[in-house]
Protein backbone atom coordinates (compact mmCIF):
# COMPACT_ATOMS: atom_id res chain seq x y z
CA UNK A 1 0.00 0.00 0.00
CA UNK A 2 3.20 2.15 0.65
CA UNK A 3 5.58 3.40 -1.29
CA UNK A 4 8.33 1.74 1.66
CA UNK A 5 9.23 -1.93 0.67
CA UNK A 6 9.57 -4.35 3.02
CA UNK A 7 11.75 -5.92 0.36
CA UNK A 8 15.62 -7.00 2.01
CA UNK A 9 18.16 -5.13 -0.65
CA UNK A 10 20.12 -7.01 -2.07
CA UNK A 11 23.82 -7.47 -1.73
CA UNK A 12 26.19 -9.85 -3.27
CA UNK A 13 29.03 -9.39 -1.75
CA UNK A 14 28.16 -8.60 1.77
CA UNK A 15 28.25 -11.03 4.52
CA UNK A 16 25.59 -9.64 6.39
CA UNK A 17 22.77 -11.69 7.69
CA UNK A 18 19.60 -10.97 5.49
CA UNK A 19 17.44 -9.41 7.70
CA UNK A 20 19.78 -6.58 8.45
CA UNK A 21 20.60 -3.89 6.08
CA UNK A 22 24.24 -2.30 5.40
CA UNK A 23 25.73 -0.55 9.12
CA UNK A 24 27.54 2.31 8.70
CA UNK A 25 30.82 2.72 10.85
CA UNK A 26 29.93 5.01 13.96
CA UNK A 27 33.43 3.91 15.27
CA UNK A 28 35.72 3.67 12.31
CA UNK A 29 38.63 0.73 13.69
CA UNK A 30 42.48 2.63 13.77
CA UNK A 31 44.94 1.09 10.91
CA UNK A 32 46.98 -0.57 14.00
CA UNK A 33 43.80 -2.21 15.25
CA UNK A 34 42.99 -3.57 11.75
CA UNK A 35 46.18 -4.91 11.01
CA UNK A 36 46.11 -6.39 14.45
CA UNK A 37 42.92 -7.99 13.32
CA UNK A 38 44.69 -9.17 10.12
CA UNK A 39 47.36 -10.99 11.63
CA UNK A 40 45.11 -12.58 14.11
CA UNK A 41 43.65 -13.74 11.10
CA UNK A 42 46.61 -15.31 9.87
CA UNK A 43 47.71 -17.00 13.12
CA UNK A 44 44.58 -18.82 12.69
CA UNK A 45 44.91 -19.26 9.14
CA UNK A 46 48.34 -20.98 9.22
CA UNK A 47 47.77 -22.37 12.55
CA UNK A 48 44.68 -24.59 10.99
CA UNK A 49 46.43 -25.63 8.08
CA UNK A 50 49.83 -26.44 10.03
CA UNK A 51 47.45 -28.62 12.31
CA UNK A 52 45.94 -30.52 9.30
CA UNK A 53 48.89 -31.07 7.22
CA UNK A 54 52.72 -32.70 8.52
CA UNK A 55 54.47 -30.57 5.89
CA UNK A 56 52.96 -27.33 7.44
CA UNK A 57 55.14 -27.56 10.49
CA UNK A 58 58.17 -26.48 7.31
CA UNK A 59 56.47 -23.92 5.49
CA UNK A 60 57.55 -20.47 5.81
CA UNK A 61 56.00 -17.16 6.36
CA UNK A 62 54.19 -15.24 3.38
CA UNK A 63 57.40 -13.03 1.81
CA UNK A 64 57.12 -9.45 2.60
CA UNK A 65 55.75 -6.83 -0.13
CA UNK A 66 58.24 -5.11 -1.98
CA UNK A 67 59.07 -1.81 -0.60
CA UNK A 68 57.63 1.11 -3.44
CA UNK A 69 60.61 2.44 -5.28
CA UNK A 70 61.82 6.12 -4.36
CA UNK A 71 61.36 8.82 -7.01
CA UNK A 72 64.73 9.12 -7.71
CA UNK A 73 64.67 5.87 -8.38
CA UNK A 74 61.78 5.64 -10.39
CA UNK A 75 62.79 8.18 -12.80
CA UNK A 76 66.64 7.56 -13.32
CA UNK A 77 66.20 7.99 -16.53
CA UNK A 78 64.99 12.14 -16.82
CA UNK A 79 68.20 13.24 -14.31
CA UNK A 80 70.41 12.58 -16.96
CA UNK A 81 68.51 14.47 -19.36
CA UNK A 82 67.69 17.64 -16.71
CA UNK A 83 71.05 17.74 -15.95
CA UNK A 84 72.01 17.79 -19.40
CA UNK A 85 69.15 20.68 -20.50
CA UNK A 86 69.85 22.65 -17.07
CA UNK A 87 73.94 22.65 -18.46
CA UNK A 88 72.94 23.80 -21.94
CA UNK A 89 70.65 26.54 -20.57
CA UNK A 90 73.36 27.89 -18.46
CA UNK A 91 75.79 27.48 -21.42
CA UNK A 92 73.75 29.59 -23.41
CA UNK A 93 72.90 32.52 -20.87
CA UNK A 94 76.55 32.55 -20.12
CA UNK A 95 77.87 32.99 -23.65
CA UNK A 96 74.93 35.79 -24.36
CA UNK A 97 76.51 37.90 -21.59
CA UNK A 98 80.00 37.61 -22.46
CA UNK A 99 79.30 37.99 -26.31
CA UNK A 100 77.42 41.24 -25.19
CA UNK A 101 80.46 42.16 -23.04
CA UNK A 102 82.98 41.48 -25.56
CA UNK A 103 81.09 43.59 -28.04
CA UNK A 104 80.93 46.85 -25.61
CA UNK A 105 84.81 46.20 -25.25
CA UNK A 106 86.17 45.90 -28.74
CA UNK A 107 84.40 49.05 -29.59
CA UNK A 108 86.18 50.98 -26.83
CA UNK A 109 90.07 49.06 -27.63
CA UNK A 110 88.90 50.17 -31.67
CA UNK A 111 88.27 53.67 -30.15
CA UNK A 112 91.62 54.06 -28.16
CA UNK A 113 93.74 52.17 -30.38
CA UNK A 114 95.58 54.23 -32.75
CA UNK A 115 98.59 53.28 -35.32
CA UNK A 116 101.90 52.37 -33.27
CA UNK A 117 104.90 54.18 -33.65
CA UNK A 118 107.73 51.70 -34.55
CA UNK A 119 110.49 52.12 -31.89
CA UNK A 120 113.36 50.22 -33.35
CA UNK A 121 113.96 49.94 -36.56
CA UNK A 122 115.07 46.45 -36.92
CA UNK A 123 110.94 45.53 -35.66
CA UNK A 124 108.86 43.32 -37.74
CA UNK A 125 105.98 44.93 -39.68
CA UNK A 126 103.34 46.51 -37.47
CA UNK A 127 100.08 44.57 -37.37
CA UNK A 128 97.93 46.35 -39.62
CA UNK A 129 95.17 47.96 -37.37
CA UNK A 130 91.24 48.00 -38.53
CA UNK A 131 89.61 51.32 -37.47
CA UNK A 132 85.86 51.29 -36.67
CA UNK A 133 84.78 54.88 -37.31
CA UNK A 134 83.26 55.42 -34.03
CA UNK A 135 78.87 56.04 -34.63
CA UNK A 136 77.80 59.52 -33.61
CA UNK A 137 74.81 60.22 -31.88
CA UNK A 138 71.63 60.93 -33.73
CA UNK A 139 71.17 64.20 -34.22
CA UNK A 140 67.97 65.51 -32.48
CA UNK A 141 66.00 68.80 -33.77
CA UNK A 142 65.27 71.18 -30.64
CA UNK A 143 61.89 70.77 -28.79
CA UNK A 144 59.68 73.22 -29.46
CA UNK A 145 58.27 74.71 -26.37
CA UNK A 146 53.85 75.14 -26.37
CA UNK A 147 52.67 78.50 -25.93
CA UNK A 148 52.19 79.67 -22.37
CA UNK A 149 49.06 79.30 -21.20
CA UNK A 150 47.05 82.29 -20.17
CA UNK A 151 46.63 83.63 -16.30
CA UNK A 152 42.95 83.17 -16.41
CA UNK A 153 42.85 80.08 -17.61
CA UNK A 154 45.41 79.17 -15.09
CA UNK A 155 43.19 80.74 -12.31
CA UNK A 156 40.01 77.94 -14.05
CA UNK A 157 42.58 74.82 -13.83
CA UNK A 158 43.56 75.57 -10.37
CA UNK A 159 39.91 76.23 -8.93
CA UNK A 160 38.94 73.19 -10.79
CA UNK A 161 41.95 71.38 -9.43
CA UNK A 162 40.66 72.44 -5.86
CA UNK A 163 37.59 71.12 -6.24
CA UNK A 164 38.70 67.62 -7.70
CA UNK A 165 41.18 67.79 -4.67
CA UNK A 166 37.45 68.14 -1.92
CA UNK A 167 35.88 65.59 -3.71
CA UNK A 168 38.75 62.97 -2.65
CA UNK A 169 38.17 60.74 0.49
CA UNK A 170 41.17 60.10 2.14
CA UNK A 171 42.19 56.62 3.72
CA UNK A 172 44.36 57.41 6.47
CA UNK A 173 45.55 60.50 8.79
CA UNK A 174 49.07 60.75 6.41
CA UNK A 175 47.23 60.68 3.24
CA UNK A 176 44.77 63.51 4.68
CA UNK A 177 47.45 65.82 5.64
CA UNK A 178 48.86 65.59 1.93
CA UNK A 179 46.02 66.43 0.41
CA UNK A 180 45.03 69.19 3.22
CA UNK A 181 48.89 70.84 1.92
CA UNK A 182 48.27 70.58 -1.63
CA UNK A 183 44.66 72.47 -1.27
CA UNK A 184 46.45 74.72 0.46
CA UNK A 185 49.22 75.72 -2.31
CA UNK A 186 46.32 75.54 -4.50
CA UNK A 187 44.47 78.30 -2.57
CA UNK A 188 47.57 80.07 -2.77
CA UNK A 189 48.19 80.17 -6.47
CA UNK A 190 44.62 81.44 -6.83
CA UNK A 191 44.71 83.79 -4.47
CA UNK A 192 48.22 85.55 -5.89
CA UNK A 193 48.46 88.60 -8.13
CA UNK A 194 50.77 87.03 -10.21
CA UNK A 195 51.11 83.18 -11.16
CA UNK A 196 54.26 81.82 -11.66
CA UNK A 197 55.31 80.13 -15.14
CA UNK A 198 55.21 76.56 -15.46
Not at 98 to 121: F, H, L, Q, Y
Not at 168 to 184: F, L, M, Q, T
Amino acid sequence: MGLISTAQPYFPNSNLPPCEGPKLYTNRPKKAQVKQFLQQQQMKGTGLSASSSPMGAQSSPPPPPQPKESFVRRYKFMWPLLLTVNLAVGAYIFMRTRKKDTGIEEEVAAAVVTTPVSTTAASTAPAPVIEKPIPSPPIMAPVKLPDPIPENQQREIFKWLLEEKRKVKPNNPEEKKRIDEEKAILKQFIRATSIPTF
